[in-house]
């Protein structure tokens, strides 16, 4: 059974950091993309950061502008595990931050989500 899992959540003042965990599990992680997603109340959700499959032993990452500098996405293969570290945070951040897997980042193929963490920003 394919699983995504998000720790790491909390309540943060405006300036401060947390690291997002994504565990999965059930599925060939290396063969797949892990995106970020984010959803705030009222809002769409929209894409944060995306890290790729393996790519000559190396991994493409990409982020959304506003998150740029800010954000940083990373995998452990050894622990099935994506990492998103996330610094200098504003309130825009809150939101309920879910990650998914992929063929690819930017196609679109998101086929399984977990079931998100609550980020919390106070000014």
């Known amino acids: 059974e394919v699983q995504l899992v998000e720790s790491g959540g909390g309540l943060v003042q405006a300036g401060g950091s947390l690291r997002l965990s994504c565990a999965a599990s059930?599925?060939?992680?290396?063969?797949?993309?892990i995106g970020w997603f984010r959803q705030a109340p009222g809002k769409e959700r929209e894409g944060v950061s995306c890290i790729s499959r393996s790519v000559s032993s190396s991994y493409n990452t990409y982020y959304r502008n506003s998150v740029k500098g800010r954000f940083t996405i990373s995998r452990d293969n050894a622990k099935n595990t994506i990492y998103l570290q996330m610094n200098s945070l504003e309130p825009e951040d809150t939101a309920v931050y879910y990650c998914?897997?992929?063929?690819?980042?930017?196609?679109?193929?998101?086929?399984?989500w977990g079931q998100g963490t609550q980020v919390t920003v106070s000014s």
């Open positions: 059930g599925f060939a992680f290396d063969d797949y993309a």
């Open positions: 998914a897997r992929a063929r690819a980042c930017g196609s679109k193929s998101e086929d399984y």
